[in-house]
């Protein structure tokens, strides 16, 4: 299995996205499912009109992720 490495990390957000869909066009996103996570961030979950999954962004990424995991994504802020 090949590593998931489609991921960005704003570091002065503190929010990270990781594409699960190769390209996500402009609007393609038309629902989100929010998560927070015992007040240390949120995971949101990007859908399509289909219900197919997107993409996850994460805020407050440095308490969410392992190091490693942000370390591999391309940095954008």
Do not use: C, W
Not at 3 to 16: E, I, M, N, Q
Not at 25 to 32: L, M, R, T, Y
Not at 60 to 76: D, F, H
Request: proline residues 3%; aromatic residues 6%; positive net charge.
């Amino acid at each position: 299995m090949k590593k998931l490495r489609r991921g960005t990390y704003d570091r002065s957000a503190d929010a990270a996205y990781f594409n699960i869909s190769p390209r996500i066009k402009a609007g393609e996103a038309v629902q989100q499912d929010v998560h927070e996570i015992d007040g240390r961030g949120e995971v949101i979950l990007d859908f399509d009109k289909d219900g197919k999954l997107l993409g996850v962004e994460i805020l407050g990424a440095k308490s969410l992720l392992r190091p490693s995991t942000l370390k591999q994504a391309k940095r954008i802020g």
